[in-house]
């Protein structure tokens, strides 16, 4: 087998999959990808078990053939290599080893450039009879979603996300379908993010109209931001307990989260007792500012709502303390109640408003921060003690 690729295509489809690859378990098949030659094409693929990626690239080919090989090192391999191009030929080794009373047939490859600044390389591959199956979904069961607006539902949610794995069913993006209408919702527990948008075509996120919700794993949200870049149209559909997105140049299938996940309508308050409207970007920068006087993971600060000011302070024993105020058009009772900073901070990184909306009630209720222009959103982080 034989391909020759451009070589920015191959470092650009192995930075995309390589995420999936394990990074600690560098010696069973997973810490393999497998490379499928078809006439002009070739795809890599990369498995997790749980999730899989697939990326499509325009190649030189000769016969239609896979095998596996090594990921990291074929990824190195089209980092450096000094050369246009990316010349990639495999021949079947003389000598097969058997295994478990099967006959693996190993590859003898070697990878070099047209340039003469480009080095050779030699390693091993082997066949894909023991990489995992990799599921399919029909056709009919996919449903078109603008990619933009697919990925600022990710961006505005997925900061949201839960890194514990005793909060299983916290640790994806809850996405959920009402006829054309989509939405997204991430949370910890701590804080939540959530987004809703009209798309041009119902999707269906399950085998019948009954099943409107699903959650899919953090693992496989952010491989999905890499191959949607530079994709205008994303397919995606549901078939039993998996989902799957497809672009003209990569496809993706992740296993769902299992569990129910809360009802995130219930946390988000009803009418606020104090509202006030302030600059986005003054407000991110007070908090950072603050914030150097704070401890991880808790970068807890205290906000002191007054008549005409908010006042942002944070005090840690052995570190110090540091404080500003931001003038506010508010004009009722004063309020103190404690947050982590950095919970904020996300929220606002997310935004392109150039002012938000910050909603409190009392010290024991989350706050809440909306865009004025986009009444979709709302993001909210539960209160500290203070």
């Known amino acids: 087998m034989k391909f020759k690729v451009t070589k920015n295509l191959i470092e650009k489809a192995m930075t995309r999959i390589e995420a999936i690859v394990p990074a600690r378990d560098m010696q069973t098949l997973l810490s393999n990808v497998l490379l499928t030659i078809e006439k002009d ?15 499509y690239i325009d190649a030189e080919g000769s016969d239609s053939g896979e095998l596996i090989v090594r990921a990291k090192k074929l990824s190195e391999i089209a980092k450096q290599l000094s050369s246009d191009d990316f010349i990639f030929n495999a021949q079947k080794s003389e000598i097969e080893e058997p295994i478990e009373d099967e006959e693996e047939i190993a590859y003898q490859i070697q990878i ?21 199956d990799i599921n399919i979904i029909d056709e009919k069961k996919l449903s078109s979603v603008p990619t933009e607006v697919l990925s600022e539902m990710i961006e505005k949610t997925i900061y949201s996300i839960s890194h514990e794995d005793n909060r299983y069913i916290y640790n994806g993006l809850f996405i ?11 949370t910890d527990g701590r804080r939540l993010a959530a987004v809703s948008r009209s798309i041009p075509n119902p999707v269906q996120l399950g085998s019948n109209e009954e099943e409107k919700d699903i959650v899919i794993h953090a693992k496989a949200i952010r491989e999905l931001q890499r191959i949607i870049e530079g994709s205008s149209e994303i397919f995606l559909g549901v078939e039993k307990r998996d989902i799957f997105f497809r672009t003209p140049e990569a496809e993706l299938s992740s296993r769902l989260l299992e569990g129910k996940f809360p009802d995130y309508r219930r946390v988000i308050p009803g009418e606020a007792t104090i509202t006030f409207s302030m600059e986005k970007n003054a407000f991110a920068d007070a908090l950072k500012q603050v914030m150097v006087m704070t401890e991880q993971p808790s970068h807890q600060i205290r906000l002191s709502v007054k008549k005409g000011s908010l006042d942002i302070m944070a005090n840690t024993p052995d570190l110090g303390e540091a ?41 024991s209720k989350p706050i809440v921060i909306k865009d004025p222009d986009d009444p979709e959103f709302i993001a909210l982080v539960m209160p500290m003690k203070i």
């Open 176 to 186: 959920s379908s009402e006829g054309s209408k989509l939405t997204v919702v991430g």
């Open 112 to 132: 070099e450039g047209s340039s003469q600044k480009a080095a050779k390389f030699r390693m091993t591959g082997s066949d894909r009879s023991h990489f995992p």
């Open 323 to 363: 404080e500003i105020r931001l003038p506010i058009d508010y004009n009722g009772e004063d309020l103190d109640i404690g947050f982590n900073a950095l919970y904020i901070v996300d929220i606002i990184k997310s935004l392109d408003c150039e002012k938000i909306q910050i909603e409190l009630n009392d010290a």
């Open 41 to 55: 094409k070739v795809s890599i693929t990369a498995s997790d078990m749980e999730s899989t990626v697939r990326v």
